[in-house]
């Protein structure tokens, strides 16, 4: 079977995805599989403490750890927020705020140091948002960053993100905009890109899956894994959504409906690689 490399351009017909389920296979040993938390691993909600893993999820995960080099979640929430959602699975890679937080295969968790200063920023960041957004506006407070969303009052996005953006410049700090959501992080390197390249310097192939555009930065992190070396299998997955889910697919090789979905599709994939 010829080398299936999708990663280094927008291939121009679908994805045949089992082609790469078994292409994948041959590799197994040297693949990382990446996923997004919120909207792939699991639907939002709007109440952003109730969300849980679509059914088959964690089953799949925990089947397809032992056969391939790591599987690893990047995701905007904090790592203990991870390990508390996904059922106490062992030998899975947690790297959360957007890469400033990790632990691996269940050890603890290290905080990127560079971050740690601006903690009290972002408790005092939250306290402002709460006492000046308008009642319907939700502030979730994760001790390295700030998420503002507004999916349950939808009028309110506009008056949000104005405030947000103009606390960012004030106080020197990123913005990642997101599904009615707009996130204040500290100015730190770390994105999912930036974790994804890392992972991947010494590895044969990967896939990621995401819904977001912040997940886009972790296709492109393929992408130019793939362009540097065409041996690599660099396959980008986009979980639909009403939101940004043309946005994201456009930068995919393959999407997916839903969470729900995907917890079908990985376990189909299991099929392919035990």
Not at 76 to 102: K, M, N, Q, S, W
């Given at each position: 079977?010829?080398?299936?490399?999708?990663?280094?351009?927008?291939?121009?017909?679908?994805?045949?995805?089992?082609?790469?389920?078994?292409?994948?296979?041959?590799?197994?040993?040297?693949?990382?599989?990446?996923?997004?938390?919120?909207?792939?691993?699991?639907?939002?909600?709007?109440?952003?403490?109730?969300?849980?893993?679509?059914?088959?999820?964690?089953?799949?995960?925990?089947?397809?750890?032992?056969?391939?080099?790591?599987?690893?979640?990047?995701?905007?929430?904090?790592?203990?927020?991870?390990?508390?959602?996904?059922?106490?699975?062992?030998?899975?890679?947690?790297?959360?705020?957007?890469?400033?937080?990790?632990?691996?295969?269940?050890?603890?968790?290290?905080?990127?140091?560079?971050?740690?200063?601006?903690?009290?920023?972002?408790?005092?960041?939250?306290?402002?948002?709460?006492?000046?957004?308008?009642?319907?506006?939700?502030?979730?407070?994760?001790?390295?960053?700030?998420?503002?969303?507004?999916?349950?009052?939808?009028?309110?996005?506009?008056?949000?993100?104005?405030?947000?953006?103009?606390?960012?410049?004030?106080?020197?700090?990123?913005?990642?905009?997101?599904?009615?959501?707009?996130?204040?992080?500290?100015?730190?390197?770390?994105?999912?890109?930036?974790?994804?390249?890392?992972?991947?310097?010494?590895?044969?192939?990967?896939?990621?899956?995401?819904?977001?555009?912040?997940?886009?930065?972790?296709?492109?992190?393929?992408?130019?894994?793939?362009?540097?070396?065409?041996g690599f299998?660099?396959i980008c997955?986009?979980?639909?959504?009403?939101?940004?889910?043309?946005?994201?697919?456009?930068?995919?090789?393959?999407?997916?409906?839903?969470?729900?979905?995907?917890?079908?599709?990985?376990?189909?994939?299991?099929?392919?690689?035990?």
């Amino acid at each position: 079977m010829p080398p299936l490399n999708l990663g280094n351009q927008q291939p121009q017909t679908p994805l045949d995805a089992e082609h790469a389920w078994r292409t994948t296979a041959e590799r197994a040993a040297d693949t990382v599989l990446f996923f997004d938390f919120d909207g792939t691993l699991a639907p939002v909600d709007d109440d952003p403490t109730a969300v849980r893993p679509a059914p088959k999820v964690l089953a799949a995960l925990e089947a397809l750890a032992p056969v391939v080099q790591r599987v690893a979640i990047v995701s905007a929430r904090p790592v203990d927020f991870l390990r508390d959602h996904l059922g106490g699975l062992t030998g899975i890679d947690l790297y959360g705020l957007y890469g400033l937080e990790h632990s691996h295969s269940g050890g603890e968790t290290v905080t990127e140091p560079a971050a740690l200063p601006w903690v009290p920023t972002m408790a005092e960041l939250a306290d402002r948002a709460r006492a000046e957004l308008p009642a319907g506006a939700l502030v979730e407070f994760k001790r390295l960053s700030v998420a503002l969303h507004w999916r349950t009052a939808q009028q309110l996005g506009p008056a949000v993100e104005q405030w947000g953006r103009a606390q960012a410049e004030r106080l020197g700090l990123r913005v990642q905009a997101g599904r009615m959501v707009l996130e204040l992080k500290p100015p730190v390197d770390r994105d999912k890109g930036l974790v994804i390249g890392e992972v991947v310097r010494d590895a044969g192939g990967a896939w990621y899956f995401g819904d977001d555009v912040s997940d886009i930065k972790a296709f492109a992190a393929l992408r130019a894994r793939s362009a540097a070396d065409p041996g690599f299998l660099g396959i980008c997955v986009a979980v639909a959504n009403p939101e940004t889910g043309r946005e994201v697919a456009e930068a995919a090789d393959l999407t997916i409906d839903s969470p729900a979905a995907l917890g079908d599709f990985l376990t189909r994939a299991v099929g392919h690689l035990t």
